[in-house]
């Protein structure tokens, strides 16, 4: 007789050994040497590979995935279709979560084992028993089909999850567990029939707060409502947004069942849009749209400083920050770097989705209303200047903001490549819209734009530091548009660029000039710049400097 004791430890070496070999590939005299007794004491516990197996599975416990399944399906607190889709995401985030190494082996092998197929039918019946139960929940709550054979559907299920689990290693390809769990909720979409009808837990909804990119189809925005539907959620507002002719950006408030979790409605609006954010919400959400920008308008404007959080809300921003204006990160696809004052920038962040144009836009156009609102209020505001061109003319000197980006696009186009040399050194013809948010104001420092009284856009002007950690110098550059030169408004923004300089803290401003444009040498040194050497870039370009007074 083999004690207990000897016998676990038995048990424990065949399951290491089976997990890193293989189990076709042990013998008894393996499992004999790494548990340290004999082969006689191996022997009595187990006469052969087929009874050394039915220890070892036995012994192995249920996966985390098939845990998940075996709950009480007929308490409203489990909602069939969230249970399917938290399991279809955890077998492919982590394959072994779902099929253990030594059961992969024993089923690979099992066609040519009967003893094999006898250890590993227990296991495989527990998994088919706790996916039919929810395949045929699912049917009950309409959302399968009646007319497709229920052990065909738990047949796919469990053949996906060993394929996935078998092949996940060697795959050619990278597969996200976000794009596999969509799949399954788009696959589970197309097997509903009727819309289904459960009932809300007692407990209030739940409130969140999505925003999805879509083909700009109306056909894509029925299937969001559909999958939604799917999960009893209830949607309290819809808006939708061109963001370009072949996509549309949707925004939604919606109501869901308490037990609904985030990760589930996320890989449910996964499987029809894309760039998904799912954030809680309040009830306050559901107060319709315009009284909100009402009460809105009203904080702030008598308390201006909510402005950068309440612009972070407004893009669903996972983090903000106030800046002092020469410092911080430029704007991307994930940073959102708006000019609040003068002074100080609003960097809004987020990781999972990239900031859309439109968002740009309303997180502006949120600061404009802030800026409005303080400007009506008689205090001055930092905004912008009123000047006079040579020919006094009147023009607008103001912060750059994201929704002049279209604008200052066709401030290049308009300009002579002349010009645009001037002012970058080397022809640029296009613009990536990372590069035309930076130069529109989404960079350290501060950028200037000068607008006529029908708000066309006539010049640019940026400040910012010289490199990523060098906050003492400043470097100025300028574009004027072709018709608008020799009018004065060079010297105008030179003016404000020197101004703003100081209160950003620089110490001393550098300018780069082609050797050849006589007219902003003459500029720089009618200001007091001096010519300085700039051996870094040749003969054609010289440097121009200013000790600034902080």
Do not use: C
Request: net charge negative; no cysteine.
């Amino acid at each position: 007789m083999v004690a207990d004791s000897t016998r676990q430890k038995v048990i424990r070496a065949a399951t290491d050994l089976y997990t890193t070999f293989g189990v076709l590939n042990i013998s008894r005299r393996e499992i004999a040497k790494s548990s340290g007794f004999t082969a006689g004491t191996v022997t009595s516990v187990a006469k052969n590979r087929s009874e050394f197996l039915k220890l070892v599975i036995a012994a192995l416990p249920y996966s985390s995935v098939t845990t998940s399944l075996d709950v009480d399906l007929d308490s409203s607190e489990n909602h069939a279709l969230h249970l399917l889709l938290a399991a279809s995401r955890d077998i492919w985030g982590d394959p072994a979560s779902a099929w253990d190494p030594t059961e992969l082996s024993a089923l690979a092998g099992s066609t040519f084992d009967e003893g094999l197929r006898e250890v590993l039918a227990q296991r495989i019946e527990h998994r088919w028993e706790k996916s039919r139960a929810i395949v045929v929940k699912l049917r009950e709550q309409g959302l399968i089909d009646p007319t497709v054979d229920l052990d065909s559907i738990v047949l796919h299920i469990i053949a996906v999850g060993v394929g996935i689990a078998m092949l996940a290693p060697t795959l050619p390809v990278s597969v996200s567990q976000d794009q596999w769990t969509a799949l399954s909720a788009r696959l589970l979409e197309s097997l509903a029939v009727i819309d289904p009808v459960v009932p809300h837990p007692g407990e209030l909804p739940r409130y969140w707060r999505i925003r999805t990119t879509v083909p700009g189809v109306p056909s894509a925005t029925a299937r969001l409502l559909r999958v939604l539907s799917l999960l009893n959620v209830a949607v309290v507002q819809f808006t939708s947004a061109g963001l370009t002719p072949d996509q549309q950006q949707i925004d939604a408030i919606l109501t869901a069942p308490s037990n609904l979790d985030r990760a589930t409605l996320r890989a449910a609006i996964d499987s029809v849009g894309k760039d998904v954010i799912v954030a809680s919400g309040n009830e306050n959400d559901s107060i319709d749209v315009a009284t909100r920008v009402l009460r809105l308008s009203s904080a702030v404007a008598t308390t201006p400083n909510i402005a950068p959080q309440a612009a972070a809300d407004l893009v669903l921003a996972q983090s903000w920050e106030v800046v002092e204006a020469a410092r911080g990160e430029n704007s991307s696809e994930h940073v959102l770097r708006l000019q609040w004052t003068v002074d100080h920038h609003v960097i809004l962040r987020r990781e999972r989705a990239p900031f859309t144009r439109i968002e740009y836009q309303r997180a502006s156009a949120f600061l404009e209303l802030v800026e409005a609102l303080i400007t009506a209020s008689g205090v001055t505001s930092e905004y912008g200047w009123v000047d006079e061109l040579s020919d006094n003319q009147p023009v607008l000197v103001r912060l750059a903001r994201p929704e002049d980006t279209d604008a200052v696009e066709q401030l290049h186009k308009r300009s002579s490549e002349k010009s645009i040399y001037q002012r970058y050194f080397t022809p640029k013809n296009t613009w990536r819209e990372e590069n035309l948010r930076r130069v529109s104001g989404g960079h350290r420092g501060i950028t200037l734009v000068v607008t006529d009284r029908n708000n066309q856009l006539m010049a640019l002007a940026n400040v910012f530091p010289l490199s990523a950690t060098e906050f003492q110098t400043g470097e100025i550059a300028y574009l004027v548009e072709d018709q608008f030169q020799g009018r004065g408004i060079g010297n105008i923004l030179l003016e404000h660029s020197q101004d703003l300089a100081s209160r950003l803290g620089f110490t001393k401003l550098v300018a780069y000039v082609l050797s050849d444009n006589s007219v902003m040498r003459k500029m720089l040194i009618g200001h007091g710049w001096l010519q300085v050497p700039a051996p870094d870039f040749g003969p054609a370009i010289i440097a121009f400097e200013k000790t600034m007074k902080v």
